[in-house]
């Protein structure tokens, strides 16, 4: 069960690595992590392609920092509450998906999988990688895995 400290709802920094309070649910945090970050792919999906990949690196750099900012504090590295790599994960998956409701549960769907069973390399570089570069970067791992899926399946249809 998570067990989310006080501290998500009155320190900035804890706030986003919580997913905006998404990850502070008692069970599947992450779920719902990736859930919150829907409506965020909403509405960035129209930006210029340049643009949105300039959002999700600036997200990406930013949630290294308040990642292990907020780990550091908390004394856990990678509390289960922490959902911003979520975000970052789910919007690489989506990135030049065009916006869609169908598109964005099945990227949900596909990006919970590659996260939750972490193939190779992401199992590796959870277990190996530290601080808030090892917060993140098993899901922009299993974001680029279902990014790939994604596109094959636009492809397909």
């Known amino acids: 069960m998570n067990r989310s400290p006080a501290s998500v709802w009155h320190r900035p920094t804890h706030f986003l690595a919580f997913g905006f309070g998404s990850g502070a649910v008692p069970w599947a945090p992450g779920t719902f992590g990736t859930l919150a970050a829907i409506p965020f792919y909403w509405l960035i999906s129209e930006l210029p392609q340049s643009w949105y990949l300039a959002l999700v690196t600036v997200a990406f750099v930013w949630g290294v920092w308040i990642c292990d900012k907020t780990s550091r504090d908390l004394g856990v590295h990678d509390h289960s509450g922490i959902v911003w790599d979520e975000f970052v994960g789910y919007w690489i998956t989506m990135a030049a998906v065009p916006f869609s409701w169908e598109a964005a549960l ?50 397909l249809h």
């Open 106 to 155: 099945w990227g949900f769907v596909v990006f919970r999988i590659f996260d939750v069973f972490k193939p190779w390399p992401i199992r590796w570089a959870d277990r190996r990688v530290a601080g808030g570069f090892g917060i993140m970067i098993d899901d922009v791992l299993a974001g680029i895995y279902a990014w790939s899926t994604m596109h094959l399946w636009l492809w």
